[in-house]
């Protein structure tokens, strides 16, 4: 890969970890939301405020995965794979489609009337998206010719 490429897919590795600890919607983080939950579906009658609420442990919420997404992005920078760069990425894009599915599904009437406030503040979710856009861009440059 080339050498803007490798610093690139660095600073989006930084971003999308720093982005995990930031708030996605509203004042919900990434440590706020279990994975079970992302899985089943959040319960009927919760609001965004009760999600926020939740105590969960770092081992059980959005925030594993989304760490070692940033984990995996670090590792396709210092060694040039662009397998693990794709696989990141592609777990990265994937998990926060399920947020956004499940948060639609559960919470649709709030978001489409609240939206402003919902999304002014969300630092996190702009850190961890656009890390992974970046990323992705980063991935779609062409590999460096060899010498003649």
Do not use: K
């Given at each position: 890969?080339r050498?803007?490429?490798?610093l690139l897919?660095?600073?989006c590795?930084?971003?999308?970890?720093v982005g995990?600890?930031?708030?996605?919607i509203?004042?919900?983080?990434a440590r706020?939301v279990?994975?079970?939950?992302?899985?089943?579906?959040?319960?009927?009658?919760r609001?965004?405020?009760?999600?926020?609420?939740?105590s969960v442990?770092?081992?059980t919420?959005?925030?594993?995965v989304?760490?070692?997404?940033?984990?995996?992005?670090l590792?396709t920078?210092?060694?040039?794979?662009?397998?693990?760069?794709?696989?990141g990425?592609?777990?990265g894009?994937a998990?926060?489609?399920?947020?956004?599915?499940?948060?639609?599904?559960?919470?649709?009437?709030?978001?489409?009337?609240?939206?402003?406030?919902?999304?002014?503040?969300?630092?996190?979710?702009?850190?961890?998206?656009?890390?992974?856009?970046?990323?992705?861009?980063?991935?779609?440059?062409?590999r460096?010719?060899?010498g003649f």
């Amino acid at each position: 890969m080339r050498t803007f490429v490798h610093l690139l897919l660095l600073v989006c590795a930084v971003a999308v970890a720093v982005g995990t600890f930031g708030p996605l919607i509203g004042t919900v983080e990434a440590r706020h939301v279990p994975l079970t939950e992302l899985r089943d579906g959040f319960p009927a009658g919760r609001s965004l405020d009760q999600i926020q609420a939740q105590s969960v442990t770092l081992q059980t919420s959005l925030a594993v995965v989304l760490l070692a997404v940033a984990a995996v992005l670090l590792l396709t920078t210092l060694f040039g794979s662009r397998l693990l760069g794709w696989l990141g990425v592609l777990v990265g894009l994937a998990s926060l489609g399920v947020l956004a599915w499940r948060l639609d599904s559960s919470f649709d009437s709030q978001i489409r009337t609240d939206y402003h406030t919902l999304f002014s503040g969300t630092w996190g979710l702009y850190a961890v998206g656009g890390g992974l856009v970046v990323a992705l861009l980063c991935l779609l440059v062409p590999r460096e010719r060899r010498g003649f």
